[in-house]
């Protein structure tokens, strides 16, 4: 069974600190895909990365993958409460586009 | 906005009752997947329908069931309701395999 699992599941930060979130996921896979989600809302799509060794970047989030070691972290600079939401990153199989298995989320908190 | 509307953005239904939310895809895209999101957990992979067919399915039961028209709109019915069924419903369109997919608003789901 495909396992995807994020850590830390809650984190609490202050405005102008980094964090880094973690996803490690369990089978093969080139395509790792991060999403937004405010409370009540739906998802919104951050990055798509989609080899090994890609790095993007957007404001003050920049994500990277690594299929060797089954890794993608989602870094943020310099916090701003606007960054507070549920974090989601996501893998497909191979061959099955698409149907994504996400992470168990994480919860993200910047205290001003 | 991502162009993916669904429909309704809230119900309620009796233990055991049918239902079926219904899903309008972003222009030109021909792949349309559904997800359960219980809270505060992430979303679940239901199926995902690619040009009227189904094309791939999660850990669902057969209760769970779709439908996608020439338009590439698509619906989700799920019969004999229980408590669990309880959810946000997510329907998430794509064109083609690999690139990000839109998600809608969500319907919520109450069982009672």
């Known amino acids: 069974e495909l396992k995807v699992e994020q850590n830390p599941l809650f984190l609490s930060m202050q405005e102008g600190k980094n964090y880094t979130i973690y996803c490690n996921y369990s089978?093969?896979?080139?395509?790792l895909y991060w999403y937004r989600q405010d409370p009540g809302k739906s998802l919104e799509s951050l990055f798509v990365l989609l080899s090994n060794g890609a790095v993007k970047q957007e404001g003050r989030l920049m994500a990277s993958l690594d299929t060797k070691a089954r890794l993608s972290t989602l870094h943020i600079t310099a916090a701003v409460h606007d960054l507070s939401a549920t974090y989601f990153c996501?893998?497909?199989?191979?061959?099955?586009?698409?149907?994504?298995?996400f992470g168990t989320g994480t919860s993200l908190t910047v205290i001003p | 906005e991502t162009g993916v509307t669904q429909s309704p953005t809230h119900l309620i239904k009796t233990r055991g009752q049918q239902v079926t939310l219904r899903c309008s895809s972003q222009?030109?895209?021909?792949?349309v997947s559904w997800y359960q999101q219980a809270l505060g957990q992430g979303p679940q992979f239901i199926f995902q329908?690619?040009?009227?067919?189904?094309?791939g399915r999660g850990n669902f039961p057969p209760r769970f069931s779709g439908l996608q028209f020439p338009n590439y709109s698509s619906e989700l019915n799920v019969n004999a309701l229980e408590l669990d069924d309880s959810a946000l419903y997510l329907c998430?369109?794509?064109?083609?395999?690999?690139?990000?997919?839109?998600f809608g608003q969500g319907t919520r789901l109450t069982v009672v």
């Open positions: 222009s030109g895209h021909n792949t």
């Open positions: 998430a369109s794509s064109f083609p395999v690999g690139t990000e997919a839109f």
């Open positions: 089978t093969t896979s080139d395509r």
């Open positions: 996501a893998v497909d199989r191979v061959f099955t586009g698409n149907q994504f298995y």
């Open positions: 329908y690619y040009r009227e067919e189904e094309n």
